[in-house]
């Protein structure tokens, strides 16, 4: 095995935890990202779906006034 020591070690721990947490700090940005997008489309899910019942509702009433 080759000779390793232990500030060689230590250096490259310091290496991967500074890797790491890059990492890390772009995959909260991106979590981040994707929190606002779902936000974003459950709102328009919402209200696209209230359209859709009000416009229901119209009809219904339309229907009942031109019946009536």
Known sequence: MADIT???LERQVAIHERECEERWK???RRLERQEQQIDRIEN????????IILGGGSVIVTILIMHN
């Open 6 to 8: 232990i500030a060689d």
């Open 26 to 28: 772009t995959i909260f």
């Open 44 to 51: 328009i899910l919402i209200g696209a779906c209230g359209a």
